[in-house]
């Protein structure tokens, strides 16, 4: 069956030093794959999608990979920031001309100033 | 409005009755998602729509669900006879066709 799997344990680290937060999928062939961050009592906002035929996409301080042989896109945010604490997602679309994706149980990052 | 916005922002209810939960997307989204997040859990997909037909339903949990979406706009995910494992958060995002979902606020129910 499709699995998304994100690190279900807390990610602590300490204010400068980049965080890598990671998605593994298995049985999924996606066209893209999305990550959002949702603050506690918000929904999830959008920050970045990467398509199957690109290995990286930057913005600002949020680099995202992708990587269809290994099944698995990560998430780095440099230099982070208290303000980056959060709970991150990731999100499968699958192919076939319909919209859906499927997030993953997300991540929940801690920032230690 | 600019964004998504949902109604009520909390909802207590007791077992046994029905609920209307209500979802304004944004202007032109022709898209339309429900998901519901039980505390500490993922997202879980409902129901999507497409203008005022709903291609996927495979996600509500039973019959006691359904969801209707009137003039390609406003949703209304509607949980009969409602069970106190029906309590969660009940998030809509809508979409056009950049794929990216616009969330609201969420639907906080609360059955006791």
């Known amino acids: 069956s499709q699995k998304i799997e994100q690190n279900s344990e807390a990610l602590n680290i300490q204010e400068g030093k980049t965080a890598t937060l990671t998605c593994n999928y298995t049985n999924y062939s996606p066209a893209y794959l999305q990550w959002y961050r949702q603050d506690p009592g918000r929904g999830p906002v959008f920050l970045l999608l990467?398509?199957?035929?690109?290995k990286e996409k930057r913005k600002e301080r949020l680099k995202v990979t992708f990587d269809t042989t290994l099944k698995q896109s990560l998430f780095h945010i440099t230099a982070s920031q208290p303000a980056d604490s959060a709970t991150y997602l990731c999100?499968?679309?699958?192919?076939?001309?319909?919209?859906?994706?499927?997030f993953g149980t997300g991540t929940k990052l801690q920032v230690i100033p | 409005g600019a964004g998504v916005s949902q109604s009520p922002s909390n909802k207590v209810t007791e077992k046994g009755k029905d609920v209307e939960l209500r979802c304004d997307p944004i202007?032109?989204?022709?898209?339309l998602y429900w998901y519901r997040q039980s505390l500490g859990q993922g997202l879980e997909f409902l129901i999507y729509?497409?203008?005022?037909?709903?291609?996927?339903k495979s996600g509500l949990p039973s019959d006691r669900f359904s969801a209707e979406r009137t003039g390609g706009s406003v949703s209304t995910l509607t949980i009969q006879r409602t069970q106190q494992e029906d309590s969660a958060v009940y998030l809509c995002?809508?979409?056009?066709?950049?794929?990216?979902?616009?969330f609201g606020p969420g639907t906080r129910l609360t059955v006791l």
């Open positions: 729509f497409q203008g005022n037909s709903a291609p996927d």
């Open positions: 990467i398509r199957e035929n690109e």
């Open positions: 995002a809508s979409s056009s066709l950049t794929d990216t979902q616009y």
């Open positions: 202007s032109g989204h022709t898209a």
């Open positions: 999100a499968l679309e699958g192919s076939g001309g319909y919209q859906k994706v499927t």
